[in-house]
């Protein structure tokens, strides 16, 4: 039963911990943030549908401004050490055909004014880190690429929440719950990485 992650979430330490593994990930996307943010979003759901007052567990609306302000925070952060830049990182943009791929299409759609690119990639795996120091070393102005950033994490944010907080109260407090909701957060993922893959065409 998922009532035995309450210790795991207990206390407002989550929020830090759940607030580092986003910001550290635009670098290590290996870090499982995705998976801190589903399960403490479970856990919540898991204390209120067992009849306890959540005080212990993340309430759902300060977990997502959390996690979406990390998730701004982190892009930025990449951002500028990009931006800032260095021999080293160009010619590994110049070598990576993802990141040069990723590098163009991100100028061609903020030229544009739009930045739907930013969005999806904050789905896919590593895309955010692709986005991020694409964006810098190409020296996107700021304007141009933080608004995008900081919708992009609200909503990856706000869907991480809601696949743990609405999948524990749909399917009940188990670790079926937990599984179906990973399912469908990789599911995105595979969709957005899809995405990026395809080749576009010029307008």
């Known amino acids: 039963m998922l009532e035995s992650l309450g210790w795991l979430t207990s206390g ?12 550290l990930d635009v670098f290590l996307p290996v870090l499982p ?18 009849g306890a007052i959540p005080r212990d567990v993340p309430d759902v609306l300060v977990l997502i401004l959390a996690a979406a302000t990390a998730s701004v925070l982190g892009d930025l952060v990449a951002y500028r050490l990009a931006w800032a830049g260095s021999a080293r990182l ?6 990576s055909r993802r990141l040069t791929t990723a590098q163009e299409r991100l100028g061609a ?13 904050r789905f896919a795996p590593a895309g955010r880190s692709v986005v991020s120091l694409g964006a ?11 608004p995008w950033s900081a919708l992009a994490g609200l909503a990856w944010a706000g869907y991480s929440v809601a696949l743990g907080y609405l999948g524990a109260h749909w399917l009940g407090p188990t670790w079926l719950a937990t ?19 395809q080749p576009r065409t010029a307008a």
Request: hydrophobic share 65%; net charge positive.
């Open 12 to 23: 407002p330490w989550i929020y830090a911990v759940v607030a580092a593994s986003i910001v």
């Open 33 to 50: 943030s995705g998976v801190l943010v589903v399960a403490a979003a479970t856990a919540a759901a898991a204390e209120t549908a067992a």
């Open 90 to 95: 160009d010619r590994a943009i110049a070598r």
């Open 109 to 121: 759609a903020l030229a544009r004014g739009g930045g739907l690119l930013v969005v999806i990639a």
């Open 136 to 146: 810098g070393a190409a020296r996107h102005r700021a304007r141009d690429f933080l």
């Open 179 to 197: 599984a179906v909701s990973l399912a469908a957060l990789f599911g995105a993922g595979a969709a957005a990485a899809y995405f990026m893959r």
